[in-house]
């Protein structure tokens, strides 16, 4: 049974950081390109940032600059380091594991992020 489990969302002041952390299981890690996506209420879910097998990295231009994304394939996890955080990142992110080889495609459940003072 595949499973990805986000972690590390909670309420931050602008300006402020938080790691998110999304640890899988069921899959073998090494071969999924890995991403986080977010959705605000009542918008659509957005791209973030994206980390393929390679270790090459796609930011939204809304985070570039700000946020970073990496992987642990020994610990079978992707991270997002976000800083500098403003009001408008307030959103439930995604943790998304695709294939890179197939047409396979896994979600996590999500983890609320709220920027407020």
């Known amino acids: 049974q595949v499973q990805l489990v986000e972690s590390g969302g909670g309420l931050v002041q602008p300006g402020g950081s938080l790691r998110l952390s999304c640890t899988a299981s069921?899959?073998?890690?090494?071969?999924?390109?890995m991403g986080w996506y977010r959705q605000a209420p009542g918008n659509e879910r957005e791209l973030v940032a994206t980390i393929m097998i390679s270790g090459s990295t796609n930011y939204a231009d809304s985070v570039k600059g700000r946020f970073t994304i990496s992987r642990d394939n020994a610990k079978q996890a992707v991270y997002l380091q976000m800083n500098g955080l403003k009001p408008e990142d307030t959103a439930v992110y995604y943790c998304?594991?695709?294939?890179?080889?197939?047409?396979?495609?896994?979600w996590g459940k999500g983890t609320l992020v709220t920027v407020s003072s």
């Open positions: 998304n594991a695709r294939a890179h080889y197939a047409i396979v495609n896994y």
């Open positions: 069921g899959i073998t890690f090494s071969i999924y390109d």
